[in-house]
Nanobody, 122 residues
Framework: QVQLVESGGGSVQAGGSLRVSCASSGYTYRPMGWFRQAPGKEREGVAVIGVGRSTTFYADSVKGRFTISRDMANNTVYLQMNNLKPDDTAMYYC?????????????????WGQGTQVTVSS
């Protein structure tokens, strides 16, 4: 069974940058997304990228600051996060879609990683 493993989280001051990665143990020819969940809040979609890589969607809260990309040859998805804010503090999860719909809805994803923590201090 394919597994997703996130890495690259950490602590950074506001205005800083981080890049988180998601390595797949197998070939995931499906849209891939990044989600986040802060304590006491629901999991929310942050960014998603289609199989063709030309299709990307972002949550309004991260547009212009975050960039999702994928390396199909190495089965890896990245999320570059710039100008980080304290509100970006959360556990970040990558996920593979159950079909080929490119969306930010958690229900459209059925394969999840274990998450990586991102903490932004003011």
């Amino acid at each position: 069974q394919v597994q997703l493993v996130e890495s690259g989280g950490g602590s950074v001051q506001a205005g800083g940058s981080l890049r988180v990665s998601c390595a797949s143990s197998g070939y995931t020819y499906r849209p891939m997304g990044w989600f986040r969940q802060a304590p006491g809040k629901e999991r929310e979609g942050v960014a998603v990228i289609g199989v063709g890589r030309s299709t990307t969607f972002y949550a309004d809260s991260v547009k212009g600051r975050f960039t999702i990309s994928r390396d199909m040859a190495n089965n890896t998805v990245y999320l570059q996060m710039n100008n980080l804010k304290p509100d970006d503090t959360a556990m970040y999860y990558c996920a593979a879609a159950r079909g080929f719909v490119v969306s930010l809805r958690t229900d459209d994803f059925n394969l999840w990683g274990q998450g990586t923590q991102v903490t932004v201090s003011s």
